[in-house]
């Protein structure tokens, strides 16, 4: 069974860095996206930042030029690096991934446990 699992998060001061990965557990045949979101408390969840197959990233206008996004694919686990941190970052963050387990001929979406990131002096 796939599974996607966080870690990285934790409280920083504003100005400060953290960074985020997320790892597949589990046998993947093929991972077409994976993503960051974040859900602060009373807002919706939203898409921070993505990476395509082909390398492709694309990135919320909030975090550009502050976050970065990279991808080990023969470990298929991503990084997000959080610079600049702002304290409304202040989200717990969810891993997310369009993929095909080796057990299936489907894509489908996983999720991740999410990991709370607190921005605060």
């Known amino acids: 069974q796939v599974q996607l699992m966080e870690s990285g998060g ?14 597949t557990s589990g046998r993947v045949f093929s991972i ?6 974040r859900q602060a408390p009373g807002k919706q969840r939203e898409l921070v930042a993505s990476l395509d197959s082909g390398g492709n990233a694309n ?8 976050f970065t996004l990279s991808r080990d694919n023969a470990k298929n ?8 941190l702002k304290p409304e970052d202040t989200a717990v963050y969810y891993c997310n991934a ?12 996983y999720w991740g446990q999410g990991t709370q990131v607190t921005v605060s002096s």
């Not at 001061?13 to 790892?23: E, K, N, R, V, W």
């Not at 077409?32 to 979101?37: L, Q, S, T």
């Not at 990135?59 to 502050?66: L, N, Q, T």
Request: charged share 10%; aromatic share 12%; glycine share 8%.
């Open 10 to 23: 934790g409280l920083v001061q504003p100005g400060g860095s953290l960074s985020l990965s997320c790892a």
């Open 98 to 109: 369009v993929l095909r387990p080796e057990s299936s001929s489907y894509w489908s979406a």
């Open 32 to 37: 077409r996206v994976m993503a960051w979101y």
């Open 77 to 84: 686990t991503m990084y997000l690096q959080m610079n600049s």
């Open 59 to 66: 990135y919320a206008d909030s975090v550009k030029g502050r």
